[in-house]
């Protein structure tokens, strides 16, 4: 048993979001699961890569300080409007939490006329009932990580619910930064999107902070619901302090011809474990899942994937590519299931890792089961180092040896960037890479 | 640098007018008496604020909705982020003038 993680220190949160009732009791029943669970002990298949030995959970706490809301956008503090808006950033909806709590919260007035919601999940809560009823924890969680996850829905903070009605189309995104303050915290924030019958929208979710002077935790929770027809780009930056541990189980349930295409892109963190679902639930549904990631120091990057097409003529493409410098190491591990039902399904998984230094590893584990007889399935994943070749060429027109290399690596992730279709996460993903690159390698 | 809005009483309470200043478009108001001067090119996309919906102290942007405080060039709504620069007003005799924080 844990002493900080308490009834009561939840009642402190919802009491502080007053949040219904219900919801408070979805809590409770969260906690008796994340009490009844143990935690993995590394023997597990799903947790062999991944020490959580040293994870002390009452080291942070989960009731930061309260933080007020801010009125006005310009008078957030600019590090953290940086996160939220870069240099070019319009949006249609805009969320900004720090630690706990969501100071700033908006709405492109119009789209609130024509029946979007967009709030802080315990507020929708109270002020949308049915709909956030309707939507939270229906798309389950995957066993292996279901003891993070409840600790997630016990103990969220702040997050956000987004509902896109019927028909409605939104044309710039829809923006929430989660940012960390200070070291020992535990921040736990959910996000749940519902884009209704041939529904748009793009949701960018960048978790950052200032430099901390010491662990944080963080984990996060993401279900997305894609009715028939809808179509959900979710994409999320995940630029902690190289102290944090980062958690996030991401859930889609795409119905009938719905599309849903998601980022997961992993600089910061100590260790990140970030695990991405698509569940292929009507026939014709559509996923494309995107990884990055880039490893320095003694970083440790775990993705988990799983596409599972439950229907007919279901399509996923996962293409997750990183590269690793330092002694940092990435594990990739991820299943293709294709039920008995899901004649005609094409599912495809890619994961290409580049070394950059003696001392990094990566372990990449692509699974396949298939239950009916007529699907294409490809997966292929890889470990390498920059191509000796084309670095001597590059040289040989005058580059020298490191600016060789930058171009390489960059060139290397410019295939998952180029998928990317909102320039601006385009930008920022070859700024962040930029910047990794110019970090010292510690090997 | 400064240029010429107009006379005092040319720009009514409630009114807007748009003049360019060293080659920027600046929306000028008149906000129960006093004036108020911010750049007039929406910060989201091209459209000039100077034809946008006046309410109280904000003006809200004729093409997409997104507001900004006059006095302060804030924004109030999306899909802006970014607020406008804000300009000096001056009023000498019966002529209004508009001037960069040059002077």
């Known amino acids: 048993m844990t002493t900080r993680y308490t009834a009561d220190a939840f009642a402190r949160l919802a009491a502080r979001a007053s949040e219904p009732a219900w919801l408070t009791e979805r809590r409770e029943e969260a906690l008796a699961r994340f009490d009844a669970l143990a935690w993995p002990t590394g023997q597990e298949e799903d947790w062999r890569h991944t020490d959580l030995r040293p994870l002390d959970i009452d080291a942070f706490d989960p009731v930061p300080a309260q933080h007020e809301p801010v009125a006005v956008l310009d008078a957030v503090p600019s590090a953290i409007k940086q996160a939220a808006i870069g240099r070019r950033g319009d949006r249609d909806g805009l969320a900004i939490q720090v630690d706990a709590d969501v100071v700033h919260s908006r709405l492109r007035p119009a789209l609130e006329e024509k029946g979007v919601v967009f709030a802080p999940l315990s507020q929708a809560a109270g002020s949308h009932p049915d709909l956030v009823q309707e939507a939270l924890g229906r798309a389950g969680v995957s066993e292996s990580d279901e003891k993070i996850a409840a600790l997630t829905h016990a103990f969220f903070s702040g997050g956000t619910f987004l509902y896109v009605p019927r028909g409605v189309a939104l044309e710039l995104p829809v923006q929430s930064v989660r940012w960390i303050t200070r070291a020992g915290l535990a921040v736990f924030p959910r996000v749940v999107i519902v884009a209704d019958e041939g529904a748009e929208v793009t949701y960018i979710d960048h978790y950052g902070s200032a430099d901390l002077a010491g662990p944080v935790l963080a984990a996060a929770g993401v279900e997305i619901y894609a009715q028939q027809g809808a179509r959900v780009s979710y994409f999320a930056l995940q630029d902690w302090a190289q102290t944090a541990w980062h958690f996030n189980v991401q859930r889609a349930l795409i119905g009938r011809d719905a599309t849903v295409r998601s980022l997961a892109a992993t600089f910061g963190a100590k260790v990140s474990r970030s695990r991405v679902d698509c569940l292929l639930d009507g026939q014709g549904a559509t996923s494309e899942m995107l990884g990055l990631y880039f490893g320095d120091h003694d970083q440790h990057i775990d993705n988990r994937s799983l596409q599972d097409h439950r229907a007919p003529y279901t399509t996923s493409d996962l293409y997750y590519k990183g590269a690793l410098k330092g002694t940092s190491r990435s594990v990739y591990s991820g299943l293709v299931h294709i039920g008995k039902g899901a004649q005609k399904s094409d599912a495809q998984q890619a994961n290409r890792n580049l070394l950059l230094s003696e001392g990094s590893t990566a372990d990449p584990k692509p699974f396949l089961e298939i239950e009916a007889n007529d699907v294409r399935c490809t997966h292929g994943v890889s470990v390498g180092r920059p191509d000796r070749e084309v670095l001597f060429y590059m040289q040989s027109r005058g580059l020298d040896a490191d600016e060789a290399e930058r171009v390489f690596v960059k060139g290397f992730f410019q295939e998952v960037i180029d998928r990317v279709h909102v320039p601006e996460t385009r930008a920022t993903l070859e700024e962040a890479i930029e910047e990794e690159l110019a970090l010292e390698d510690v090997s | ?103």
Do not use: Q, W
Not at chain 2, 6 to 19: F, K, Q
Not at chain 2, 38 to 66: M, N, Q, R, W, Y
């Open chain 2, 1 to 103: 640098m400064r240029v010429r809005v107009s006379r005092v009483d040319e720009l009514e309470p409630g009114m807007a007018t748009r003049v360019i200043l060293d080659g920027t478009a600046v929306a000028v108001f008149n906000i129960e008496g006093s004036f108020y001067a911010i750049g007039d090119t929406c910060t989201h996309e091209e459209a000039s604020l100077s034809d946008g919906f006046i309410d109280e102290d904000t003006v809200e942007c004729p093409k997409h909705g997104a507001v900004f405080h006059i006095p302060t060039g804030e924004v109030r709504a999306l899909p802006a982020t970014r607020p406008e620069p804000v300009y000096r007003t001056r009023v000498e005799g019966n002529e209004l003038f508009v001037e960069d924080h040059d002077g």
